[in-house]
């Protein structure tokens, strides 16, 4: 597996046909980016529920499958959710429930747990819809038409690039490994011996990161690249289909804000 072939498999979802995809890369960002951060600001856990059904329904309008969806968003779930998990326990409140080795689990910890994770799913729902609906060097485009200073776009264009070619190396070294039947959790081998091959590895992954990055500046510097070249960017306009969403999406939250005020929800 190569480096093209990565970012192919990544972004199988991004070449679809729907009205979503179809949309200014610029109008997915700023929706998407304005709706974690309506989510985090929020404290009420049915409007995180409505959000998070608003989401679901734009999953469903881009033709993407609910359940791969769910599996990427479960996927990086664990990572922010282990933080609510400890909410009940170190948050202080009415004790509701007292465990062994005096554990204690709060009402008020409990209801902080969960309006963290009901922020942290709507979160994550944004994201992979956003890596669902747009190709990464179109978010690198959008957030350049933005106003993202030239260097910063240049460092997290080539970024997002290295990653794949930092996972094809990690392959091959993993694929090669196999080969010789070499198993990191293989108890018959002694800790310390394992533990050294593992020292190896990430001593040859710098090797080859650095030498990858050499070939990869001198392949720019033979095209012409200098530290005053820019990236290309789209000069597309927003069309009617662009502020059509702006307009749905900003109504929907403002109605939610007001039900909220008005007691209705």
């Not at 070449?15 to 974690?36: C, E, Q, T, Y």
């Not at 990427?72 to 080795?101: E, K």
């Not at 060097?137 to 030239?150: A, D, H, K, Y």
């Not at 910063?152 to 091959?172: C, G, P, T």
Request: charge should be positive; aromatic fraction near 14%.
């Amino acid at each position: 597996m190569n480096g093209v072939g990565s970012v192919n498999k990544l972004e199988k979802h991004t070449v679809k046909d729907s009205v979503l995809h179809a949309l200014d890369g610029r109008v997915k960002l700023i929706i998407l980016l304005f709706i974690i951060v309506y989510a985090v600001y929020t404290t009420d856990l049915l409007v995180l529920a409505i959000m998070e059904v608003y989401l679901i329904a734009l999953i469903i309008l881009s033709h993407l499958s609910l359940k791969e969806s769910f599996k990427r968003v479960l996927f990086i779930l664990p990572f922010g959710g282990a933080i609510a998990l400890f909410q009940p326990f170190i948050h202080p409140g009415t004790i509701i429930y007292t465990g062994p080795l005096g554990l204690h689990i709060t009402y008020q910890g409990l209801m902080f747990g969960i309006l963290l994770m009901s922020r942290l799913t709507v979160s994550l729902t944004s994201i992979v819809i956003l890596s669902s609906l747009s190709p990464m060097q179109e978010v690198v485009n959008s957030f350049r038409r933005l106003g993202m200073p030239r260097e910063f776009a240049m460092i997290f264009s080539l970024f997002i690039r290295y990653l794949f070619m930092f996972y094809d190396e990690l392959h091959k070294i993993l694929n090669a490994q196999k080969s010789r039947n070499f198993d990191i959790f293989n108890k018959k081998t002694t800790y310390m011996w394992r533990m050294k091959q593992l020292a190896y590895t990430i001593a040859m992954m710098f090797l080859r990161s650095y030498e990858r990055g050499e070939t990869v500046y001198f392949s720019m510097l033979s095209r012409g690249y200098t530290e005053d070249s820019e990236i290309y960017t789209d000069k597309n306009k927003l069309g009617l289909r662009d502020f059509s969403f702006i307009g749905i999406t900003l109504s929907f939250i403002v109605c939610l804000e007001f039900m909220k005020y008005f007691m209705i929800i």
